[in-house]
């Protein structure tokens, strides 16, 4: 088993250096974040990303497939409002509004976001005009104030207009399958939910499936079998050789309320970004996480394959004689209701820790974050290990194999990539 083990992490280790060195390539040219002016206050930019967590997560509850979608709306349109202002220095997402740099910014990003969260949560109008009113109201009035909220208006609408029909809450549901290797609903909820995730219309990159990969492994190949054994030992339920730390680092990647919001925040202000930079590097690292679980989803849509409590529970019928079936088997955390097909998780934390690695031009800043679920803060040295530990903790929770969890991170690592050289550059 210890044999095993090291070997899984040299080949861990080589797929996240080869995943760090693709994005490392498409960034070539990039100033360091560093570089620009640096603030020492809060800034209006963090101020609306936890007010957008209250209205996405603490009021509306969304899932993370749906919150990915919420989130790069907003922070699409406060980027475009506070790149305007400064000037257009970077290429806007959607539009550039006429400025003459003298607007308010806070009334701006107010703005921006108050009218796309209105958009979203109708339900949460009246909470959330009064806590917009109660942010204009401690800005000075003026002309300013207006021509910032008016820059708000505008950068709204327009990432609202561009969202319209984007194939959002569609009521499609994955196909149920029958045979050996096909997704069906698993236990304890037998839900099947989140379909229409794989063809919402992206925001960045040209198509959900142009990062298609080969599919998981053949049921009756070595490389299966592999999976499905490390799965099944380790990410069960009573597993006997999980320790406590994996345990907890499951159960805290797997939290709903994901800690990748409050690393988000933390890194601005622990690396004192300005307003611009804030809003640049919230919209760099959403929009991509958004695309990333799109084409995430729509991979799964193309494989359907199965969950591994279905493959372990009847691992009699795949053909392998390397797997043997336990029909009481269940794994530490509650399957998603989604195919196993890539890992949405690894997608999604990839293609976050690439861009937060490309913005910030290094690997190693420290950050951490605390989970209510596990009860238990985690802290990584780097963005490359945060992958790593995702990769892993998928698999230690029972939800993921191996191979879906690798090929998720090279399709965030792809999505980041394809953002970096194409999205949000600077214009001199």
Known sequence: MTRLVRSRRTVLSAVVAGILTAAAQAAVGAPPAQAAEASTSENAVIVWDRNAQSAIWDVAGQQPQVQARSFAMVHGAIYDAVNAIAGTPYQPYLTAPTTNGRESVNAAVGTAAFQVLSSLFPAQQARLQTQYDQWLAALPDGSAKRRGISVGSRTAAAMISARQNDGAFGNAAWPVGTGPGQWRPTPPTNANDGAWVANLKPFLIPSASMFRSSGPPALTSEQYARDFNEVKTIGAVNSSVRTADQTQAAIWWHDRHLGEWEIKRQLATTQRLNTLQTARMLAM???????????????????????????????????????????????????????????????????????????????????????????????????SQAIAEVIEARIWGGIHTRTADVEGAKIGAKVTAYMISNYFRPRR
């Open 285 to 383: 690292v959403d929009l991509a996480e958004a695309d990333a679980t799109t084409a995430c989803y729509n991979e799964k849509a193309a494989w359907m394959f199965w969950r591994p409590v279905t493959a372990v529970q009847l691992a009699d019928t795949d053909g392998n004689r390397a797997t043997e079936a336990d029909a009481d088997w269940m794994p530490l955390l509650v399957t998603p209701p989604h195919p196993d097909f890539a890992s949405g998780h690894a997608c999604f934390t990839a293609a976050s820790m690439l861009a937060l690695r490309y913005f910030y031009g290094r690997d190693d800043i420290p950050f951490s974050a605390y989970s209510e679920a596990s009860g238990t803060t985690r802290s990584f040295g780097s963005f």
